[in-house]
């Protein structure tokens, strides 16, 4: 079946540091790939998307892009804020399932002053 | 405001009592699900709906119901809830069930089952 395997957590940052959390998948079809981003007390919230291969998604000075040959899709920003620190959470959608979302595990982010 | 409302927020109950959790979208969304929460597995999903009378099961169903009589509400009913189905649940929507379709959630209800 799907899965997604993302980078454990926590990490820790000072403001202003580059941000990677890996994320590769296992998946029957094609396939669309998610991060969705989790703040203190609230529910998820879409961060960026790609849908194909090589798509490159953005949102908020994030990126990922999606590496068929190596399934993955990497989260990265330049330059991390205190406002960043969240649960970050990679999904992936097969087309071909009725049930949507597969998740990982979940990131938590803490960014320093 | 596009949203996805539940509630309660947070209840603490004891074993066997049944208990509802409501879930209702303003957005004429077709598809529904309900998600848990646990440390260190990320989100998995319990129910899901692709619309009005037509539900399905998740990966964890056990010990959990859920009804779809309209299209913006689908309650996630414990009939007899046990200590193992203390999480935090979402409840999520989307148009179609299509893979390209990003799914809204709920701001999450957290359970405690003594």
């Known amino acids: 079946g799907d899965s997604v395997t993302q980078m454990e957590g926590p990490v820790t940052l000072s403001e202003e540091a580059f941000l990677t959390i890996n994320c590769t998948y296992t998946a029957t079809g094609y396939p669309s790939l998610f991060w969705y981003v989790q703040y203190p007390g609230e529910g998820l919230q879409l961060l960026l998307k790609?849908?194909?291969?090589?798509d490159k998604g953005s949102n908020k000075g994030f990126e990922a892009t999606y590496r068929k040959e190596t399934t993955s899709f990497h989260l990265e920003k330049g330059s991390v804020q205190v406002s960043d620190s969240a649960v970050y959470f990679c999904?992936?959608?097969?087309?071909?399932?009725?049930?949507?979302?597969?998740f990982g595990s979940g990131t938590q982010l803490t960014v320093l002053p | 405001e596009a949203q996805v409302t539940q509630n309660p927020r947070y209840l603490i109950t004891v074993t066997g009592k049944k208990l509802t959790v409501t879930c209702s979208q303003n957005m004429n969304h077709e598809y529904m699900s309900w998600y848990r929460q646990d440390p260190g597995l990320g989100l998995r999903q319990i129910y899901y709906?692709?619309?009005?009378?037509?539900?399905d099961k998740g990966d964890v169903p056990e010990g959990y119901k859920v009804s779809r009589k309209e299209k913006r509400n689908f309650p996630l009913i414990l009939e007899s809830p046990s200590p193992n189905q203390t999480s935090l649940y979402f409840c999520a929507s989307s148009f179609g069930r299509g893979s390209k379709q990003p799914q809204h959630f709920g701001d999450g209800t957290r359970l405690s089952i003594l």
């Open positions: 999904a992936l959608s097969d087309g071909g399932s009725a049930r949507q979302l597969t």
């Open positions: 790609a849908t194909k291969a090589d």
């Open positions: 709906s692709m619309n009005v009378e037509v539900t």
